[in-house]
């Protein structure tokens, strides 16, 4: 037995074993390995950043150390890739062959299950133990791309509720604003408010990992149970370390993506002992406030609307060179869509 | 011998293991393992032994087991220490 890398003419038997699996197949990966046996697909799997997918083994080869196998090669390119951690999202009957490889379960509900492999949210947690405190605290997890009056109005709400408000800011940088310019907007918006901690999201909250639907244009069937898993996962494992007892968001009225994710923590919070308050927008010109219209004006170059729409920190950013080259590729995505 | 990269050994095949060793300026040993309630503390001890004997005094050693026996360790360990070491 042998592993392989796949070139083209091998992706359909991949699509089928992984299809006879009762998985998706999706096309979208950074590395797909395969485990051959006289020259016939036994067994693939697939890598997208630091999370596995599509692993399927055929009902043959099952029982087999195949898994072991895939998963050793995948490891290795996402080690390469420079990913200590991986995450699997698998069905909740496959969570004993994980846990096989020393995989951990982070969170499972229904059929549906997330682990993680390597130092992972023991780390995560070990390197924010000192921004942890005691209390009846707050969360509030924002893309925040960028940081507006919106998400300030949250804030600031919100850190009069509670002892400490905990505001994360999602990690993953599929966005048009760097995570470091969301993160540090978000730090300099909220630096009068003296109980507000900005944190990063890491893997553990609206992540590729958790969450992968919410960085596509359009939802797919997948999409509730991985709102399930994620907000789930923020109750069960982030909450309980933050002493998280109420999680706050704006309400949303546009994008069917985020107005889902607010009706399932409604749903699920509440029943984790974690209180859901859902506020709604405020507005400017009429019109609710939120990110997208502030790319929109930013890409514009409207200053005088952006001046109604985002905090000083966030204007200044706005009229900063580096931005210049971020406002020129919203201008350019518009002229694609 | 000194760490000065990050290097991996080893794979997640049953009775195998997989150690990624990185540099660190303390020396930290985490241990995944199947067998880890009843074994953790002859692995760290093996593991120990041969950072011992290479001279290793600081670096990030994680290692993921799946039952293997300690001369498997050993060897897995010493082959990802000195990769890292840029031998």
């Not at chain 1, 990913?83 to 846990?99: I, K």
């Not at chain 1, 999201?201 to 992968?212: E, M």
């Not at chain 1, 069937?221 to 109420?246: G, N, T």
């Given at each position: 037995m042998g592993v392989i890398c796949f070139d083209r003419p091998e992706l359909s038997d991949a699509r089928q074993l992984v299809e006879s699996q009762g998985l998706r197949f999706e096309p979208h990966f950074d590395d797909l390995v395969g485990l051959f046996e006289m020259g016939q697909l036994v067994a693939c799997g697939a890598r997208s950043g630091y999370a596995l997918k599509m692993l399927a083994i055929a009902p043959s080869h099952q029982g087999t150390d195949a898994l072991g196998t895939l998963v050793t090669r995948l490891m290795l390119s996402a080690l390469s890739a420079g990913h200590d951690t991986v995450f699997v999202f698998t069905q909740a009957r496959n969570v004993g062959s994980f846990e096989a490889l020393n995989f951990r379960l982070l969170v499972t509900h229904g059929e549906v299950a997330l682990l993680e492999h390597g130092p992972g949210l023991k780390e995560y947690l070990a390197s924010h133990a000192s921004l942890i405190t005691e209390g009846q605290n707050g969360a509030i997890v924002i893309?925040?791309?960028?940081?507006t009056l919106g998400h300030l109005y949250l804030a600031e709400f919100a850190a009069r509720q509670v002892d400490r408000l905990y505001l994360f800011v999602v990690r993953?940088?599929?966005?048009?604003?760097p995570f470091a310019v969301r993160f540090r907007l978000a730090e300099e918006a909220t630096s009068?408010?003296?109980?507000v901690t900005v944190l990063d999201t890491s893997r553990y909250a609206v992540s590729a990992g958790t969450?992968?639907?919410?960085?596509?244009?359009r939802l797919d069937e997948a999409a509730p149970a991985q709102m399930q898993i994620d907000v789930r996962l923020f109750a069960e494992r982030l909450a309980p370390c933050f002493h998280v007892a109420s999680r706050f968001a704006g309400q949303e009225t546009l994008c069917p993506t985020t107005a889902a994710y607010n009706r399932i923590m409604a749903e699920v919070l509440p029943a984790q002992g974690i209180q859901f308050v859902e506020l709604p927008r405020i507005e400017a010109g009429g019109l609710p406030i939120c990110a997208t219209r502030v790319r929109r004006a930013f890409a514009d170059g409207d200053v005088a609307t952006l001046r109604d729409l985002v905090p000083p920190a966030t204007l200044r950013f706005m009229k900063s060179p580096p931005a210049h080259e971020l406002a020129e590729r919203l201008r350019t995505d518009r002229k694609e869509v | 011998m000194q760490i000065k990269c990050k290097a991996s050994a080893g794979?997640?095949?049953?009775s195998d293991l997989m150690v990624v060793v990185e540099p660190s300026d303390t020396l930290q040993v985490e241990i995944e393992s199947t067998v880890k309630k009843q074994y953790e503390h002859l692995i760290r001890a093996r593991i120990t032994s041969v950072l011992g004997e290479l001279g290793v005094s600081a670096g990030r050693i994680q290692v993921s087991d799946r039952g293997a026996l300690d001369y498997a360790i050993a060897a897995r360990i010493e082959a990802a220490i000195r990769r890292a070491a840029g031998e």
């Amino acid at each position: 037995m042998g592993v392989i890398c796949f070139d083209r003419p091998e992706l359909s038997d991949a699509r089928q074993l992984v299809e006879s699996q009762g998985l998706r197949f999706e096309p979208h990966f950074d590395d797909l390995v395969g485990l051959f046996e006289m020259g016939q697909l036994v067994a693939c799997g697939a890598r997208s950043g630091y999370a596995l997918k599509m692993l399927a083994i055929a009902p043959s080869h099952q029982g087999t150390d195949a898994l072991g196998t895939l998963v050793t090669r995948l490891m290795l390119s996402a080690l390469s890739a420079g990913h200590d951690t991986v995450f699997v999202f698998t069905q909740a009957r496959n969570v004993g062959s994980f846990e096989a490889l020393n995989f951990r379960l982070l969170v499972t509900h229904g059929e549906v299950a997330l682990l993680e492999h390597g130092p992972g949210l023991k780390e995560y947690l070990a390197s924010h133990a000192s921004l942890i405190t005691e209390g009846q605290n707050g969360a509030i997890v924002i893309n925040g791309n960028p940081f507006t009056l919106g998400h300030l109005y949250l804030a600031e709400f919100a850190a009069r509720q509670v002892d400490r408000l905990y505001l994360f800011v999602v990690r993953e940088d599929v966005s048009v604003f760097p995570f470091a310019v969301r993160f540090r907007l978000a730090e300099e918006a909220t630096s009068h408010l003296p109980n507000v901690t900005v944190l990063d999201t890491s893997r553990y909250a609206v992540s590729a990992g958790t969450f992968p639907n919410y960085f596509l244009k359009r939802l797919d069937e997948a999409a509730p149970a991985q709102m399930q898993i994620d907000v789930r996962l923020f109750a069960e494992r982030l909450a309980p370390c933050f002493h998280v007892a109420s999680r706050f968001a704006g309400q949303e009225t546009l994008c069917p993506t985020t107005a889902a994710y607010n009706r399932i923590m409604a749903e699920v919070l509440p029943a984790q002992g974690i209180q859901f308050v859902e506020l709604p927008r405020i507005e400017a010109g009429g019109l609710p406030i939120c990110a997208t219209r502030v790319r929109r004006a930013f890409a514009d170059g409207d200053v005088a609307t952006l001046r109604d729409l985002v905090p000083p920190a966030t204007l200044r950013f706005m009229k900063s060179p580096p931005a210049h080259e971020l406002a020129e590729r919203l201008r350019t995505d518009r002229k694609e869509v | 011998m000194q760490i000065k990269c990050k290097a991996s050994a080893g794979t997640m095949q049953s009775s195998d293991l997989m150690v990624v060793v990185e540099p660190s300026d303390t020396l930290q040993v985490e241990i995944e393992s199947t067998v880890k309630k009843q074994y953790e503390h002859l692995i760290r001890a093996r593991i120990t032994s041969v950072l011992g004997e290479l001279g290793v005094s600081a670096g990030r050693i994680q290692v993921s087991d799946r039952g293997a026996l300690d001369y498997a360790i050993a060897a897995r360990i010493e082959a990802a220490i000195r990769r890292a070491a840029g031998e």
